[in-house]
Antibody, heavy 119, light 113 residues
Framework: EVQLVESGGGLVQPGGSLRLSCAASGFTFSSYWMSWVRQTPGKGLEWVANIKQDGGEKYYVDSVKGRFTISRDNAKNSLYLQMNSLRAEDTAVYFC????????????WGQGTLVTVSS | DIVMTQSPDSLAVSLGERATINCKSSRSVLYSSNNKNYLAWYQQKPGQPPKLLIYWASTRESGVPDRFSGSGSGTDFTLTISSLQAEDVAVYYCQQYYSTPPTFGQGTRLEIK
């Protein structure tokens, strides 16, 4: 059974940093692109970033470029999102999601982890 | 970026009746070289992540009941639930994966009348 379990969310002050993790199981993690997608009541679902199987390609939504870094450790079946210079508008539930490929839908999602940026 | 616009924002349908949700993209998501529409539909129930229902505009994901169907091409797409069941109450999203960044519609809330 495919499982994606996010962790690392919490309350952080504006300008602060947070690192999200996603533990994957039930499939060959190293064979899939992976993404982070966030959800807010106001903006709905927003794709944040994705990463190729070997980590050699990474793409970001414009609003997080230069602040967020996606990475993965295939030996640990884990996906990460390092979030720096956090802003109030980054407040959201962050999901990790599996892509079959760069241009494919998200076929499995984790339950999400809440990030709140507030003073 | 490709903008996805869904209509209506909310919809109330009687049990057993048909529900139709529309999705329009600001640019075509039909890739001519393989004649595939890079369009997916998701269902999200309260407290749960989105669940993939339909991809390539009309292909049902494994395990999805056949009362769910997708249609359309180019810029205009439709998700149809042929006979609404109580468990179909949810928010439905369309998403294009034709280009980066992949983008979602704003969602359509489906309720029982």
């Amino acid at each position: 059974e495919v499982q994606l379990v996010e962790s690392g969310g919490g309350l952080v002050q504006p300008g602060g940093s947070l690192r999200l993790s996603c533990a994957a199981s039930g499939f060959t993690f190293s064979s899939y692109w992976m993404s982070w997608v966030r959800q807010t009541p106001g903006k709905g679902l927003e794709w944040v970033a994705n990463i190729k199987q070997d980590g050699g390609e990474k793409y970001y939504v414009d609003s997080v470029k230069g602040r967020f870094t996606i990475s993965r450790d295939n030996a640990k079946n884990s996906l990460y999102l390092q979030m720096n210079s956090l802003r109030a508008e980054d407040t959201a539930v962050y999901f990790c999601a599996r892509d079959s490929g760069r241009y494919d839908p998200f076929d499995y999602w984790g339950q999400g982890t809440l990030v709140t940026v507030s003073s | 970026d490709i903008v996805m616009t869904q209509s209506p924002d909310s919809l109330a349908v009687s049990l057993g009746e048909r529900a139709t949700i529309n999705c329009k993209s600001s640019r075509s998501v039909l890739y001519s070289s393989n004649n595939k529409n890079y369009l997916a539909w998701y269902q999200q129930k309260p407290g749960q992540p989105p669940k993939l229902l339909i991809y390539w505009a009309s292909t049902r994901e494994s395990g999805v009941p056949d009362r769910f169907s997708g249609s359309g091409s180019g810029t205009d797409f439709t998700l149809t639930i042929s006979s609404l069941q109580a468990e179909d109450v949810a928010v439905y999203y369309c998403q294009q994966y034709y280009s980066t960044p992949p983008t979602f519609g704003q969602g359509t809330r489906l309720e029982i009348k």
